[in-house]
């Protein structure tokens, strides 16, 4: 497989289809020798910390490692105040999706200094919300270690509760090696997990059966923007841990996402212009998306890069060229080579 397959790259509709679907496969993939992995996450949310939640969890449950990239994660760059001053004043969310977001964001703040009135806001937010969701209030710990066990494969968990007496391979194994522990470690949140499965919750987040509405309108800036601002700190410096690289698409999120023009792109942000010491600037790789759909190439988007960096920052010819030379370089160590 290594002589035939040197990456994979993965994305769906992320509104209905999120990391976890793909975390089995990826799994047996790179059991059978496939050692790169690319996976698009943070493009398209309803709201900006959903978005966060994807990319995070495209590192987390795809266990992505040295070498590999999330392409757009436009939600850990696109400014908060740009972003809710684009949407407009509300959004209407799932409400179990609001659940997940909340808890994603109480885990990842938990141990954050200063954050006790915002980890107090959420805590009872996560309590109502999971009242109506599973009709039981679980505290904020159950639902994030139910949460943090979704890259186990659900079939597995729910359907073939026993593991079966007849030899398996190795990769099968380890996949129901990973469903015991999770068992014998922490049953309550498997209960959970299993219940986030079910038809109840399914029926709930796609409005079917007879349960009341799924929905909910929420304030766009419900979290405070220097809260949303710290998430996608947050999430960067745990990207940045795993030595992961992210692509940035110009022409694809102007023509697309809340961009009005190449100058609010966030690749500028990541590549921290201002020099700002305490920020997490991550690995940047300059991709063309879809050149066919977008009219472009990846020659193009470094022309537009070269141009912002020149008008807007004020670098000259040579500087804008040295940004350009370590895009460049990112972009070959990052390659899916043989």
């Not at 040295?66 to 994660?73: L, N, S, V």
């Not at 498997?190 to 349960?211: A, N, P």
């Not at 979290?223 to 690289?245: D, G």
């Not at 879809?290 to 472009?296: H, K, L, R």
Request: aromatic residues 10%.
């Amino acid at each position: 497989v290594k002589q035939l397959v040197t990456g994979c790259d993965a994305a769906g509709h992320e509104l209905h289809t999120p990391p976890e679907v793909f975390a089995p496969i990826f799994r047996r993939l790179r059991h059978g020798g496939v050692t790169h992995f690319t996976y698009h996450a943070g493009e398209d949310f309803v709201h900006l910390i959903s978005g966060i939640r994807a990319t995070y969890e495209a590192a987390e449950f795809l266990d992505l490692r040295p070498g590999d990239r999330i392409g757009h994660a436009t939600a850990l760059g696109i400014s908060a105040e740009l972003w809710v001053n684009r949407t407009g004043p509300t959004v209407v969310m799932r409400r179990t999706l609001l659940l997940d977001d909340l808890v994603f964001a109480w885990s990842l703040l938990r141990d954050d200094k200063g954050q006790e009135h915002n980890l107090a806001q959420l805590e009872r937010e996560i309590r109502r919300l999971s009242r109506l969701v599973y009709e039981e209030t679980y505290s904020p710990d159950l639902l994030e270690e139910a949460w943090r066990l979704r890259y186990l494969n659900p079939h597995k968990i729910i359907v073939d509760s026993l593991m079966p007496q007849s030899p398996l391979n190795p990769f099968d194994c380890e996949e129901w090696s990973n469903v015991r522990k999770a068992k014998e470690d922490n049953p309550e949140a498997v209960d959970l997990f299993c219940s986030h499965h079910g038809k109840r919750i399914f029926e709930m987040t796609w409005g079917e059966g007879k349960h009341p509405s799924p929905y909910e309108e929420i304030d766009t800036d419900f979290l405070p923007l220097e809260l949303l601002t710290r998430l996608q700190h947050l999430v960067l410096k745990h990207i940045n841990k795993r030595q992961l690289a992210l692509e940035a698409m110009p022409t694809s999120n102007v023509r697309i996402s809340c961009y009005d023009c190449y100058d609010e792109h966030h690749i500028f942000t990541w590549l921290n212009l201002s020099r700002d010491p305490g920020y997490p600037a991550p690995i940047v790789c300059l991709c063309s998306d879809d050149p066919g759909i977008f009219s472009t190439n990846t020659r193009n988007e470094y022309a537009h890069v070269l141009d912002v960096l020149k008008r807007k920052y004020g670098k000259s010819h040579q500087e804008a060229l040295e940004i350009l030379h370590m895009l460049v370089e990112n972009s070959r160590r990052y390659a899916f080579q043989p």
